[in-house]
């Protein structure tokens, strides 16, 4: 178990609907990471939020949104859903902004969109 | 940001020690050399993090040479279960926020 805790696990939705996935990062560390991973393919940086705010972005669609609260959990908003958004999306915690630590990844929310 | 280079994929049998190297060539002097393994349908681990000379702890060894321009993670008497791939993050990633994984190495381990 790495501490981080992805909800939902599994989700299924059809296009131009809106989701939201969400993170709690392990207790203490203030960086969440998102990522998405479509089959077979690597994993893609989308954010990083640094207790509350945004701190790195990668290749993230407009479509796509995410914050982190002052509890310091995260969700990654989802909307105008293609079929394409059909992925892993994976939460990584690490204690500070930088990646000279460890980063503990949550076991990911699959989206289906159809 | 700096990238890098490791093989796409990568064959080995039970019982043989698997080396995987990765080329960072714009590497600079605080950065740090890290390396994870995913496993189909799970989130990445973290395996092991160096600086520079030599690194061990109970899952692999980090090599590092004196240029640092390059990494070599080896992975002693592989079993099955070490099928995964195999990642080596960009060195200036570490710096910047940006956990950057490339394509990673897959590693196929054979009865």
């Known amino acids: 178990d790495s501490g981080v805790t992805q909800t939902p696990k599994h989700l299924i939705t059809a296009t131009g609907q809106r989701v939201t996935l969400r993170c709690s990062p392990r207790?203490?560390?203030?960086?969440v990471y998102w990522y998405q991973q479509s089959l077979d393919q690597g994993l893609q940086f989308l954010i990083q939020?640094?207790?509350?705010?945004?701190?790195a972005k990668g290749n993230i669609l407009e479509r796509f949104s995410a914050q982190q609260f002052p509890d310091l959990h995260s969700e990654l908003n989802l909307s105008s859903l293609e079929l394409g958004d059909s992925a892993l999306y994976f939460c990584?915690?690490?204690?500070?902004?930088?990646?000279?630590?460890?980063?503990?990844f949550g076991q990911g929310t699959r989206l289906t969109v159809v | 940001l700096a990238k890098t280079t490791q093989p796409i994929s990568m064959d080995s049998y039970e019982g043989q020690e698997v080396n995987i190297t990765c080329s960072h060539n714009?590497?600079?002097?605080?950065?740090?050399i890290t390396w994870y393994q995913q496993f189909p349908s799970q989130g990445p681990r973290f395996i092991i993090q160096?600086?520079?000379t030599k690194v061990k702890n109970e899952v692999a060894s980090l090599f590092i040479p004196a240029d640092r321009k390059s990494s070599t993670l080896s992975l002693p008497r592989v079993s099955l279960s070490d099928t995964a791939v195999y990642y080596c993050?960009?060195?200036?990633?570490?710096?910047?926020?940006?956990?950057?994984f490339g394509q990673g190495t897959t590693l196929q381990v054979k009865p």
């Open positions: 939020y640094y207790n509350g705010e945004e701190r």
């Open positions: 714009n590497i600079a002097t605080n950065d740090y």
């Open positions: 207790s203490g560390d203030l960086s």
């Open positions: 990584a915690s690490t204690p500070t902004g930088t990646g000279n630590t460890e980063a503990f």
């Open positions: 160096g600086y520079k």
């Open positions: 993050l960009p060195p200036r990633s570490s710096n910047t926020g940006k956990l950057i």
